[in-house]
């Protein structure tokens, strides 16, 4: 089973960037769908990106609200996902997980049920 800890978040203006990382330790991280999710404060966690194991040719996935502006990348190297975010906007205010699952299909990176490990999360504020 991996461990994920994410990092990189923080404060920013909107219009600014960011990139969050997601370091993965105790498994080899490239047999691993990953996904991005967030939770605003009052609202239900959201898929924000994903990325298929590489296996399945890190294939990547969005959702509708963040294409263009985000992007997820694999390092195998370091055994680290990350997801670039640039042109922020206050409603990206939330706090991001990534996930990791080890068995599912890609068809399901939208779905957090899908995943079996979750790190603890990292705060991402957008001020207007």
């Known amino acids: 089973q991996v461990q994920l800890v994410e990092s990189g978040g923080g404060l920013v203006q909107a219009g600014g960037s960011l990139r969050l990382s997601c370091a993965a330790s105790?498994?080899?991280?490239?047999?691993?769908?990953v996904g991005w999710f967030r939770q605003a404060p009052g609202k239900e966690r959201e898929f924000v990106a994903g990325?298929?194991?590489?296996?399945?040719?890190?294939?990547?996935y969005y959702a509708d609200s963040v294409k263009g502006r985000l992007t997820i990348s694999r390092d195998n190297a370091k055994n680290t996902v990350y997801l670039q975010m640039n042109s922020l906007k206050p409603e990206d205010t939330a706090v991001y997980y990534c996930?990791?699952?080890?068995?599912?299909?890609?068809?399901?990176?939208?779905?957090?049920?899908?995943?079996?490990?979750w790190g603890q999360g990292t705060q991402v504020t957008v001020s207007s």
């Open positions: 996930a990791a699952d080890r068995f599912g299909p890609s068809s399901g990176i939208y779905y957090s049920l899908q995943y079996e490990v």
């Open positions: 105790g498994r080899t991280f490239t047999n691993y769908n």
């Open positions: 990325i298929s194991r590489s296996a399945n040719g890190d294939s990547t």
